[in-house]
């Protein structure tokens, strides 16, 4: 049995995050991952791109710092190898990619802009498959700060994916136009049509949060009718009882209303019921990416 760690940077519009999972591998079984640690920091560089159109230099070195800390905590956790990828924040800056290539320079971590196919693709490497029943469809929706991702699965097998420029901090900044969701509706129902029973795969952190909230057990779905119901109980609470009430971190209790927004959109235009919440998203895919792109270097 040999075991290592593998870790997974993801420099979001709402947050960056560290993922480090151990994987494990035994001869005739199936490799595992398991998850080590997750440190989040809330540096919302949705903000400055989708509203200023770069990153301010606070932020820029609020970035370096965090890289320089995740660099460290790798190091202390013998982590191995390690995949960063920035998303619509650092694409869509004017100043992104020099500030890639700052990080780089200050931090020597190497940061890959990747933009919503790659994103979706990575995504998709998940164990997402392994989730999902042959004989119904499902919408994988995975939401975050500048952009959704969404992959529909029919008969165990990927049918279509799309990113749109839709996302929590957009949202928040009001830089979302209507024809912005009438093309997501009007692909949602094209590609759902003729799909007779669908459910929604929820990915993300505000969907986490809100199936902690719910109470229910892990892989027990939330329903329409309860994420709409607790959307205008949401809505009609303050950002400051959100806080003080229900207990929400300052940059989760505004992002986690128009996040609920886009899940039930989607699953009013596919016609679903439920929301799966496995808690598997990008982060889980570079781990996934990483080790497969590892091991086909070994079988060379």
């Known amino acids: 049995m040999k075991i290592f760690k593998l870790a997974a940077i993801d420099i979001g519009s709402n947050a960056i995050r ?35 159109g770069e990153i301010s230099d606070r932020n820029t070195e609020r970035i370096i710092d965090a890289m320089k800390a995740f660099k460290l905590l790798m190091n202390v956790n013998g982590v191995e190898n390690y995949m960063a990828c920035a998303t619509s924040a650092i694409r869509e800056a004017n100043n992104g990619y020099e500030v890639v290539e700052k990080i780089l320079v200050e931090s020597g971590l190497k940061i890959e802009v990747i933009d919503g196919k790659k994103e979706a693709a990575i995504i998709a490497s998940t164990d997402l498959k392994k989730l999902v029943n042959n004989d119904q469809g499902y919408l994988y929706v995975d939401v975050g700060g500048g952009s959704t991702e969404f992959t529909l699965f029919s008969k165990g097998e990927i049918i279509v994916s799309k990113s749109f420029k ?78 003080t009430e229900l207990g929400l971190n300052q940059d989760r209790a505004d992002v986690i209303i128009p996040a609920t927004r886009i899940f039930l959109s989607a699953a009013k235009w596919s016609g679903a019921k439920k929301v799966h919440v496995p808690k598997i998203g990008l982060s889980d895919g570079m781990i996934k990416t990483l080790y497969y792109k590892e091991r086909s270097k070994d079988n060379i």
């Open 18 to 52: 560290l993922l480090i999972h151990n994987v494990i591998e035994s001869e005739e079984k199936p490799t595992e991952f398991r998850k080590s640690s997750l440190i989040r920091v809330p540096i919302r560089l949705g903000e400055d791109s989708f509203t200023v």
């Open 166 to 243: 839709i996302g929590t901090v957009r949202l928040l900044n009001d830089l979302v136009s209507i024809k912005v969701w009438d093309q997501i509706e009007l692909w949602i129902k094209q590609y759902t049509k003729d799909l007779p029973k669908i459910s929604i795969i929820g990915s993300g952190g505000n969907i986490n949060k809100l199936h902690k909230m719910s109470g229910r057990k892990l892989g027990e779905p939330l329903s329409y009718i309860w994420l709409n119901a607790q959307y205008h109980f949401l809505e009609s609470m303050s950002y400051e009882n959100r806080i």
